[in-house]
């Protein structure tokens, strides 16, 4: 391959999650007075840190939401993850291939550690990612569309950002893959009809990955 690390986003590109939480998270906006789409939520939060949803929602209402929202939202997502959290189709496959290759990949999250080993555990992707090579917005002071979090990472793992790719499927995680001097490849199994613009390439099935980065 003619990348020397893969770098993942992790809701909606390895764990199917997007739809999960995203439906949670409208609910809950909507509940505390902030009507809130499951479409809405998609275009304003997919791949954002929460801090995005306090920043919209004080700068578009003026107020700020409870202090606990936070811990409540991850609480409710998190046991939605144990009852409902799969892999996303294929993504086990593509691990495969870039071991048995020799490439190596980590994960780039805007969620918090606790949920992307919440996520991992339940979907059995906890045995392709080690702290070693699991990185999340809550190692650098700014996240997505910012890009600190994939600098990071790559410093992390020892490859220069030239050499490095992301796989993203939100428009957040695009820009901030192509501002840290990234080639990025667009998955779209959820936003085809919108791909992220900016993107190398776009992909809807993770079996088209592996021909995408030689």
């Known amino acids: 391959m003619r990348y020397e690390l893969v770098i993942f986003d992790n809701d909606g590109v390895l764990v199917d999650s997007e739809p999960i939480s995203n439906t949670i998270l409208a609910g809950y906006l909507t509940e505390l007075g902030h009507p809130t789409s499951y479409e809405d939520s998609l275009r304003d939060y997919m791949g954002a840190a929460v801090h995005r949803v306090h920043d919209l929602v004080l700068q578009r209402t003026g107020k700020r939401l409870p202090e606990d ?16 959290l799969v892999a996303v189709d294929g993504v086990t496959e593509v691990l495969g291939k870039l071991v048995a290759e020799g490439v190596p990949y980590c ?27 699991v990185f ?57 009809a919108e791909k992220p613009a900016g993107a190398k390439g776009y992909f809807g099935s993770m079996a088209e990955l592996p021909e995408l980065l030689v």
């Open 69 to 84: 929202f936070d811990d409540t939202l991850h609480a409710r997502v998190f046991a939605a993850f144990e009852r409902e």
């Open 107 to 133: 994960v780039a999250s805007s969620g918090s550690h606790e949920r992307i080993r919440v996520g991992h555990r339940k979907t059995g992707l906890d045995l392709w990612f080690r702290e070693g090579n």
């Open 136 to 192: 999340s917005a809550q190692d650098v002071g700014r996240g997505k569309p910012a890009p600190d979090l994939f600098l990071h990472a790559a410093e992390r793992m020892g490859v220069a950002p030239e050499r490095c790719v992301v796989v993203e499927d939100s428009p957040l995680g695009v820009t901030a893959a192509k501002a840290a001097g990234m080639d990025v490849y667009g998955f779209t199994a959820m936003t085809a």
